[in-house]
């Protein structure tokens, strides 16, 4: 049973930053591609960043290009956000998605395990 468990939520006020984790268990975190979303109140859930199984291939949306940064550590079976910068725009609900894949993912890839999301909310 493939289990994703986000952390790191929380409130902090713009300009500011936060770090997410995504702890993995219950299979090989190594051969998933992973990837961040976030969906903030009456919005669709919207793509973030993307992470190959190696970590040598990111992909970023524009709205935070530049800001945040997506990592992973296979050895101890997570995935990061380092969220820099923050704005009142980023207060959503994120969530990490892992699949099973050895190509590229990205907005349109259909994750096949998600984590229940943290909060994150940005004061103005």
């Known amino acids: 049973q493939v289990q994703l468990a986000e952390s790191g939520g929380g409130l902090v006020q713009a300009g500011g930053s936060l770090r997410l984790s995504c702890a993995a268990s219950g299979g090989t975190f190594s051969r998933w591609s992973m990837g961040w979303f976030r969906q903030a109140p009456g919005k669709e859930r919207e793509f973030i960043a993307s992470i190959s199984r190696g970590g040598g291939s990111t992909l970023y949306s524009d709205a935070v290009k530049g800001r945040f940064i997506i990592s992973r550590d296979n050895d101890r079976k997570n995935a990061y956000l380092q969220m820099n910068d923050l704005n009142t725009e980023d207060t959503a609900v994120y969530y990490c998605?892992?699949?099973?894949?050895?190509?590229?993912?990205?907005?349109?890839?259909?994750?096949?395990?998600w984590g229940q999301g943290t909060q994150v909310t940005v004061s103005s």
């Open positions: 998605a892992a699949e099973p894949t050895i190509l590229s993912v990205g907005p349109r890839t259909e994750f096949r395990y």
